[in-house]
């Protein structure tokens, strides 16, 4: 089965996002009993209306109890499918907005004649009760068959907000208040479409950036999802003031020389069963000018364009091919597709980019930690160290792993220790009785070392990387000696 497009991943950062859900049923439930708790209804079309003037729909990202309770409760039981586009048309929302403008105008005028009686509070709280009851049912049902944000497509509230959105931008009031989905520099974009994965109204921030780096889609609920999934750590909720700085000041260097390449695939090589390597000739630009730790992006699909960042594992002076080697995910989207490639695919790259593991060859000693799929950037590095005419002193490298079986490039460290006195490899192994090397973590090797003089760049999936900076930094390794790449 083809792995989903959608991911769910945690949406609930704040604190109200997380725990706002309980007003809904407070409301939608208890009101039934108690209908004055409708009234809480009041103020909450009052805030949202008079904050989407400044802020767009930022309420339906943050405080929106119904938006919590999509994005807490429903989405682990959630389909997560893809939103039918209908329900993202204009006409729907224009449709959803008339009827509930009709409707409601409809039952609070027949409320009208119990003015200044006892009863007149419960019969207006009654009215929000029961229109925020068939949202939690409408809305709940798609939430779990479909996504969970698909109420929120067309809601009448989103739709109000949209309209005093405008209204703000028209008096010229939003352009200064407004903060919106900001890349900080386009250059540095894997193109990985994770952004459009992870974001709950299911919209595609890489692909609609402005030319002032700004998302202008006013569908967008300000919710963030997409800033703390991006993995470039490009992304972020700015005015459009702020964006302006960043373009000023974000530094690309690593990403200057990034070009479009078309490649024909000449080798696939299975390293292991689930470990393959794919190398590249380039066809146009026939070489390009690319650095051992460096990456390069692999389009996996055109529609949505897509591409998958991959550390280049090669080294070859002439930069006519490169070659990647690729780990494949379970359920991995992108991994999936590279599976079907087959030699002499046209496939195009897009590259070079990084500097983070572009080794600086000044140095006298480098140590290198690479976790599991982390190490392919090494052994081009090693390499080109290796083959440098700077001769660096001292290159040790610590390669940590699971199990023994999973070790990759094993013979090619081997003989590059084997050939070279300045290199050694260390192999680490966290969980394997049968191994009968060194036991532990890469934390546990560079915690007996004499760290001295020494440049450190790491490799690896984030649950090594945080503990192996931890060690790092209670050696006293400063912190500009550390460069790190999460794989
Ligand atoms: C600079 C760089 C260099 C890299 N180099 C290499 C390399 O040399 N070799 C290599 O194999 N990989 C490398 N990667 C990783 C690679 O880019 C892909 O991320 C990887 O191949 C998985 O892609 P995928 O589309 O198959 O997985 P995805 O479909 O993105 O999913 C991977 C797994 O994570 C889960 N998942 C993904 N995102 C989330 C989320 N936000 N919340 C919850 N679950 C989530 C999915 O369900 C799945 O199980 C590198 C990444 C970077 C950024
Ligand atoms: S684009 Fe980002 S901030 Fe906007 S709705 Fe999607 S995930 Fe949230
Ligand atoms: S998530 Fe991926 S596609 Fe989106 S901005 Fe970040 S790097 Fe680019």
Not at 320 to 333: A, I, N, P
Not at 423 to 437: H, L, N, P, Q, S
Request: include cysteine.
């Amino acid at each position: 089965m083809a792995a989903a497009f959608n991911i769910k991943t945690n949406r609930t950062f704040t604190l109200i996002r997380k725990r706002a859900w309980p007003i809904t049923l407070l409301v939608a439930i208890g009101g039934l009993w108690y209908p004055k708790l409708g009234l809480l209804v009041i103020p909450i079309i009052l805030s949202l209306t008079g904050l989407a003037f400044f802020r767009g729909r930022q309420w339906c990202g943050n405080f929106c109890p119904h938006g919590s309770l999509y994005d807490y409760l429903a989405l682990p039981l959630s389909l997560n499918k893809k939103i039918p586009s209908f329900f993202k048309s204009k006409g729907m929302r224009g449709l959803v907005l008339a009827w509930f403008g009709y409707s409601m105008t409809n039952r609070l005028l027949k409320t009208l004649p119990t003015l200044g009686t006892e009863s007149f509070l419960d019969k207006l709280g009654f009215v929000f009760v029961t229109t925020y009851l068939m949202v939690l049912i409408v809305g709940g049902f798609l939430s779990i068959f479909i996504a969970p944000r698909t109420w929120c497509q067309f809601c009448p509230m989103g739709t109000l907000q949209m309209l005093s959105y405008k209204l703000g931008k028209l008096l010229g009031v939003a352009k200064v208040t407004d903060q919106k989905i900001t890349i900080a520099a386009k250059e540095k974009c894997h193109n990985c479409g994770k952004c459009s994965r992870v974001c709950p109204m299911q919209l595609a921030p890489y692909q609609e950036f402005s030319g002032k780096n700004q998302f202008d889609n006013e569908k967008c609920i300000k919710c963030s999802t997409c800033v703390v999934n991006c993995p470039a750590k490009i992304l972020s909720l700015n005015t459009e003031e702020k964006a302006a700085q960043l373009i000023q000041i974000t530094d690309i260097d690593g990403y200057e020389k990034r070009v479009k390449i078309s490649a024909d695939l000449t080798k696939i090589t299975k390293l292991k069963e689930d470990v393959t390597e794919y190398t590249f000739d380039f066809k146009t630009p026939p070489r390009v000018d690319y650095k051992a730790g460096q990456f390069i992006l692999v389009k996996v699909q055109d529609n949505p364009r897509m591409s998958r960042a991959y550390s280049i594992s090669s080294y070859n002076k002439d930069g006519r091919c490169l070659s990647v080697t690729v780990k494949t995910m379970t359920d991995g989207y992108g991994t999936g597709l590279i599976a079907g490639f087959k030699v002499g695919d046209k496939v195009e790259l897009d590259g070079p980019m990084g500097k983070e593991l572009v080794v600086d060859k000044s140095v006298k000693k480098v140590l290198l930690v690479a976790g599991g799929i982390g190490i392919t950037p090494f052994r081009s590095i090693v390499t080109e160290l290796l083959n440098s005419p700077n001769k660096i002193e001292e290159i040790k490298l610590i390669y940590g792993v699971n199990k023994q079986q999973e070790f990759i490039f094993d013979e090619d460290f081997k003989k590059m220790e084997y050939e070279h006195k300045t290199f050694e490899f260390i192999k680490v192994v966290a969980a394997d009785d049968t191994w009968e090397g060194k036991k532990g973590f890469v934390t546990n090797v560079i915690q007996e070392m004499d760290l001295d003089d020494y440049k450190v760049y790491i490799c690896g999936p984030k649950p090594m990387i945080g503990p192996a900076m931890k060690v790092l930094n209670q050696r006293n390794v400063n912190e500009e000696n550390i460069f790190v790449e999460s794989a």
